[in-house]
Structure formats: structure tokens, C-alpha cells
């Protein structure tokens, strides 16, 4: 299996930063696709971006393209997301997920989670 574990997150004041990373543990951490989702209190689990086992395909949820870039250094087993001009509705906590390179995706690993939040 492979284990994430998320850190980065913390308080930010609106327009400001931050850079979420995501340790992975595995024997075969870069054949994995790699996503972060985030929840906000009382909403469902929504999808942020996602970034394929070769780094080669990227997409983004229309709510966070242009401000938010994932990124992955598979020799490091880790996965990044910036995050720039971040605003209040970005509170939530995010959660790093893996996918086995299926088809489809069905995101077989989280991580626990870390708390983002932006204040206006």
C-alpha cells in the first residue's frame, strides 16, 4: 500500500500563499497518479487537481485553475500543491490522494488531511 501524510497547511490572509506537500511511502510511489480534494465544513469532498504518474497530464477544477499548480518530484515520493491568491471560499481541509494508474480513477489512498485556511 502506499502511505500519505499532507503538511503545509495554516492560516493565510486572502490574496496571500501557500504550499501544501505530500509524502508518499510505497515501493512504486511513481507509477501512481496523484490528486488533492478538499472539504469544507457541511460540503462534499470535491476534486482540486490531479497530475498523472508521469507528470505529463495535468487538470485542474475550474474553481482553482490559474491559482492553484500541482506538481510531482518522484524521486522525492512527494506531490505539491501551490497555492497562490488564495481566497476565503479555499478554506477547507485538503486531502492528497493515490490512484494506481487505473482506469478509471478510483483513488485507492489518502492521506489524513491538513486544514487550510484564509481569512478576508
Known amino acids: 500500500q502506499v502511505q500519505l501524510v499532507e503538511s503545509g497547511g495554516g492560516l493565510v490572509q486572502a490574496g496571500g500563499s501557500l504550499r501544501l506537500s505530500c509524502a508518499a511511502s510505497?515501493?512504486?510511489?511513481?507509477?501512481?497518479?496523484m490528486g488533492w480534494f478538499r472539504q469544507a465544513p457541511g460540503k462534499e469532498r470535491e476534486f482540486v487537481a490531479v497530475i498523472s504518474w508521469s507528470g505529463g497530464n495535468i487538470y485542474y477544477a475550474d474553481s482553482v485553475k490559474g491559482r492553484f499548480t500541482i506538481s510531482r518530484d518522484n524521486a522525492k515520493n512527494t506531490v505539491y500543491l501551490q497555492m497562490n491568491s488564495l481566497k476565503p471560499e479555499d478554506t477547507a481541509v485538503y486531502y492528497c490522494?493515490?490512484?494506481?494508474?487505473?482506469?478509471?480513477?478510483?483513488?485507492?489512498?489518502w492521506g489524513q488531511g491538513t486544514q487550510v485556511t484564509v481569512s478576508s
Open positions: 490522494a493515490a490512484d494506481q494508474a487505473a482506469t478509471p480513477l478510483r483513488w485507492d489512498y
Open positions: 510505497g515501493r512504486t510511489f511513481s507509477s501512481y497518479h
